[in-house]
């Protein structure tokens, strides 16, 4: 597509940056088919090709209203629209640079600016929304106006279980333990550890670890992003110096973000190579236990009925692969057929929080195609999907890790 | 260039700003405010379509959801005089989407349900914004698919189909859309409601679903589609055929329908197409090779094996470097994905692409493939080839920079050509793109001016004050006459009874 | 090959003189086709003269040939390069032209498989009714350069345009053929047909009467043996000549002089209760029904499946399914819009028309 972006910005790094990507794209609308929200809607102005539009017309020189700013928010960032790009437009990247111009030029109001605040400051920092997530539930039923889709956020507190003893003569791998889940779904993590200590690998989670940044850069506060970025890359050093082999990933939208620290980092004298080498040793779980021997944790699954509902940034987002459907039916699980997998949950990040309505569309809609198939079970490789549609599902919704211990396999009765 | 032309045929309506508000009051009036859009900034995504060489900002979009709406929108339109350009998923490559700046844009990206399947007769009753590859995947599990297959079949809507009559790589054997569909319901230029064709295979009266198909929007606004579902062939290969040389693969596909073979599909891509595409879907296609032929065979099992080797046999006797057989679907997706990605996929290796789209008759196909090879030297620009090539349907892609400026101009001048070199073959500038904007003035090469009259007749038949994408896919005579002005052939001056401006 | 004759000119000549006369012209080819629809007013215009095949190459899958070129010419020079007008238009009399023939719509046993008369036609040349030689579409298998007049003079039965010629896309004979029986009644016949052809069975025509169902398969040789293997039935001999009859309406079912009508419908549409016998072609989707119920009862049941029906033998009037008013008027738009006197085949569609 022809552009002509303004001076002042034809010379910043995001402004080169904006035009490389929009020059790829020649307009031809495919990815409007695979975007969730288009499909829903089929307004122009809320798919892929109009958002890129919005934001060439920004960089062009228009004044955005929150009009824009509407339609760039109701974006999931899922991503499904790069993987029906002929042309290969990063289309993320551009959305990441395009929200972040807009919001400078369109002040939200302020009940907005609360609630993107209170995201920012509190449930990117684990002890932070630790503390909120005890004070929610005691005071769940405070939470009205905006903060009302919060509500439905509160998964019933975990028992937690115990992490294996370390056994120093093992192998060793880092897990990412982020901010949300160790707080929701503390025993994902766990489980990891568990069944990979099984396998001869030790999982270490560095305490000074923390947000993975995906809140900051969603929210167009990408600097803070950033420096969650270099904190982890600190946090994680020295353990991949001593020989950790992988970042292993159990929310697959902290591993989207992180296999991103290379591109993020890129111009970072100091942390470009070491985030390059972050990246390159993310890997997703299912990933990892993909090049292992699962025999020894032989049929759990016993034939029960399992829906996958693959994350977008598990499916879309380069860097990360799946294979979670393969180790549960190697597991000994019935993965039922699900109807349109490529579309998203509505969990994407806060997007369920900041767009609850298009939010509960796509999940009941997701729901209703992940139930059709009668499962005992919904498992899911994120958090954030996780929690979003358990708070509808009707049936229990885990991370598929819990499935591989038999003491774990017996579904809780909804 | 079109825009000029467009704006044009249309300011005599209308006069600017107090008449925008007027009808945004009539339309808010009688529908939901929120599907009216008339702020700039909502309005320029709708600028353009799939052909974004061509841009126009519409006064107004509007955004139904219900038939009524749309019936009201035509109403108060016809009322006041207003242009009205319908619009599906705007894939489209002609510009047939693109808006007019007095005229009402009118998005039917809503209708996006499928309304009826019926197994039994097999057929299918969908929303005109409904995707064409939607309807396949909503009836695979009958064993059923809806065949004409565009390359942009993921994204392009089945209304958009049916007024652009696409085809797509199975048309040799199972035809266009107006092949595929058996009624329509259509909302008329006044907001009347038509149903054209019927439940049978036929209906009484003029076979007006044939004229209303392909019309691009100048005869009536799609509203509703029932189209044919064919049972899924058993089995389908495909042979991925390498040549040296571009005039032994156009040979052979003649030899191959010559041998009484009738391909599912028989693509042939050019050196440039498959360098283009293999970067991105990694098919395996033969970098080195100077063209590549994807000849598909379907039926039985039985039969496949058998025509597949025909093929085999064929293609080898004409000279061919290398035969791949798809061995499953896997692969046999696989051999498809590059060519369907084909054009789009010229946004890796150069800034723009122009698409063209003309018709030869298949025996002419090197001999085409030589001119417009000696052209793009002529021109000074890279060009690509992708074709139908059992349908003598060609598709040559400029390549181009439109930051440079100059270069659509020649592009387009260069695009003129090689229509003009389809028509010397004794071929179409057109096989299922449509005219829209975009080739309006190559028609007038190809039309005298008696047929173009006899078109207008039609269309006010249909539309007597014009205003259904009006200056879309036939020109009037005086823009033919000026642009015969430029384009003289053979000594003889087009339209001579016209008065030259 | 047989004769060559190129009357356009005096063609287009007459259907000038007559514009200007505002004079009706009756069109008339073979003569074979004149019980269809009503009778066309005016001075009868012969143009049986103008014949030949004017370009065919095997290569092209394209033939290109006079509006009085009669068919028997055409199939003849197809069969000699081994290939074949796909639709199977019906004679219905040794003098048959291909202009009689598109311009009365009509196609043969095969048509729900390969398509009808207006699926094959890819390009016309007409006068229209101010006497303007005109072309529309070409030789190409896909052209959508300006309207589809091409397929809309299909079946128009020359009320839009005198057809001088047509271009249309013809294809390759199978290499094999077979034709099966199966004893059903009609119920099971439209129940089995349909369920035959939701599998990818090489089935290019399905006929029902009087108990019995013939299937006919074609395609490669092991193709039909192996649908045969699938489907069962028993075989029948000479397979050819019924066909033929059931395309020509030679068979017994036709004789007599009891109403013929021919009903339009969706092909899995159920057996209408309808007084006399019924014989299904088309895979269902064109019946033959012997029938004195009057017109309006024929029509109205008909109607309430979403086809409809013309009568082919008896009176009736309207001969051919009355339309809505907005689509009449329509109609009327349309044909105003070639033929703005009126001239060509007046009445022949409609008595008012």
Known sequence: MQTSIIPQLRDTADGQEADRILRACTHCGFCTATCPTYQLVGDERDGPRGRIYMIKQVLEGEEPTEKTQRHLDRCLTCRACETTCPSGVEYAKLADIGRELVDQKVQRPLPQRVVRWLLRHIVAYRNRFGFVFALGHFFKPLLVGPLAPLRQKMPPKQERIDWPQADNTQRTMLVHDGCVQPVAAPNTNAHAARILSKLGVRLIAPKASGCCGALSQHLSHREEALDFARANIDAWWPHIEAGAEAIVITASGCGASVAEYGYMLRNDPVYADKAARVSELTRDLSDVLAQEDLTSLGDIGDGRKVAYHPPCTLQNAPGLHDNVAEILTQAGYQLTHVQDPH???????TYSILQPTMANELRDNKLASLNAGAPDVIVTANIGCQLHLEAAAGIPVRHWIELLEPRMAQPAAA | MAHADLAASTEQALGGAPRKQQLIERLTAELPADIVLHADEDLRPFECDGLSAYRQVPMIVVLPSTIAQVQTTMRICHDNDVPVVARGAGTGLSGGALPLDDGVLLSLAKFNRILDIDTDNRRATVQPGVRNLAISEAVSHLGLYYAPDPSSQIACSIGGNVAENSGGVHCLKYGLTTHNIVQIEIVTVEGERLTIGSSALDSPGFDLLALMTGSEGLLGVIVEVTVKLLAKPELARVALVAFDDVRKAGDAVAAIIQAGIVPAGLEMLDNPAIVATEEFVHAGYPKDAAAILLCEVDGTEAEVEEDIERVREVVEREGATEVRISRDDGERALFWAGRKAAFPAMGRISPD?????????????????????????????????????????????ILYDANQEGELERTEAFGGAICRLCLEHGGSITGEHGVGVEKIDQMCVQFPSAELTQFHAVKEAFDPKGLLNPGKAVPTLHRCAEFGAMHVHNGELPHPELERL | MSEHADLSRELSERVADAAAREAPLA?????????????????????????????YEPGELVLTARAGTPLTEIEAALADAGQMLPFEPPHHGANATLGGTIAAGVSGPGRPFFGAARDLVLGTRIVNGRGEDLRFGGEVMKNVAGYDLSRLMAGAHGTLGMLLEISLKVLPAPRARATRVFEHDAATAIEQINAWQRKPWPITAAYWEDGRTYLRLAGAQSSVDSAIRALGGEALTDDGTFWQSVR????????????????SVAPATPMMDLEGPTALDWAGAQRWLRSAAPAETVRAAVSSHGGHASIYRGDASPRFHPLPKALMALHRRVKQSVDPAGILNRGRLYPDF
């Open chain 3, 27 to 55: 069109i008339r080819g073979g003569g074979t086709k004149a019980f269809l629809g009503e009778r066309s007013e005016g001075e009868a215009l012969d143009v049986t003269g103008h014949r030949g095949i004017v370009s």
């Open chain 3, 248 to 263: 020509e309406q030679t068979r017994k079912f036709f004789e007599g002089d009891d109403p013929l009508w021919r009903l």
């Open chain 2, 353 to 397: 692409y122009y698409c063209m789209d003309g018709t030869i008759p298949r025996k002419a196909l090197a001999e085409v493939l030589i001119g417009i090879g000696e052209l793009s030297e002529e021109y000074g620009q890279r060009v690509a080839n992708v074709f139908h090539a059992g349908d003598g349907n060609l598709h040559p892609l």
């Open chain 1, 343 to 349: 579309l998203c949950c509505g969990s994407a990040g």
